[in-house]
């Protein structure tokens, strides 16, 4: 069955970017009409949606993090990307990567597949 | 954004009692076109991604034991585990997925008594 994997540095400097990878298995990425998203989790803000991405390219913001955020897709290696530009301490979270799934009305109703999840610290 | 408040906070239930979690969304979550509502259900245990159980707020997923049981249009919805297992014990959440962003509720962390 499909899995998940995110990879990436777990530490941070103050205003730097974040960067992780979401390495699909077990099914092609590009299969299907799902879309791929990043949440993280924080003891301070809980669950937060983040973003997605289709695998045309085409992606979805939270607004609240739209302008340092860019999710972009791979997939000739079946991957994902998250890309959070100019990160605080309030960054610091379990980031996990999702599949997003349509029902047969062509609505997304959550998030059936995830990756174990990466904890980001951001610290100097 | 559509914010889900979920109560109580945490709720301690004694193996094979039921125990009960609400879920409101600050708006509805209901689609006219096709009656359903878009409201999952979340189980996280400590080291692990949440698990989707519940989505259009009473369809289990595949593999999710009768136990649980979700319930609620619109506005208000309920998650219900029937018979307190020792493996339930952990934290769900509610999301909605009616509009973009998808949001949480805080959660609930559920004890064996």
């Known amino acids: 069955q499909v899995q998940l994997q995110e990879s990436g540095p777990g530490l941070v400097k103050p205003s730097q970017t974040l960067s992780l990878t979401c390495t699909v298995s077990?099914?092609?990425?590009?299969?299907?009409?799902?879309?791929w998203s990043w949440i993280r989790q924080s003891a301070g803000k809980g669950l937060e949606w983040i973003g997605r991405v289709y695998s045309s390219g085409g992606t979805n913001y939270n607004p609240s993090l739209r302008s340092r955020v860019a999710i972009s897709v791979d997939t000739s290696n079946n991957q994902f990307f998250l890309r959070l530009s100019s990160v605080t301490a309030a960054d610091t979270a379990v980031y996990y990567c999702?599949?997003?799934?349509?029902?047969?009305?062509?609505?997304?109703?959550?998030?059936?597949?995830w990756g174990q999840g990466t904890t980001v610290i951001v610290s100097s | 954004d559509i914010v889900m408040t979920q109560s109580p906070d945490s709720l301690g239930v004694s193996l094979g009692e039921r125990a009960t979690i609400n879920c409101k969304s600050s708006?509805?979550?209901?689609?006219?076109?096709?009656?359903?509502?878009?409201l999952a259900w979340y189980q996280q245990k400590p080291g692990q991604p949440p698990k989707l159980l519940i989505y259009w707020a009473s369809t289990r997923e595949s593999g999710v034991p009768d136990r649980f049981s979700g319930s609620g249009s619109g506005t208000d919805f309920t998650l219900t585990i029937s018979s307190l297992q020792a493996e339930d014990a952990a934290v769900y959440f509610c999301q909605q997925y009616f509009d973009l962003p998808p949001t949480f509720g805080g959660g609930t962390k559920v004890e064996i008594k």
């Open positions: 708006q509805t979550v209901l689609y006219d076109s096709n009656s359903k509502s878009y």
């Open positions: 999702a599949r997003d799934v349509p029902d047969v009305f062509s609505y997304y109703y959550g998030m059936d597949v």
């Open positions: 077990g099914g092609s990425i590009s299969g299907g009409t799902y879309y």
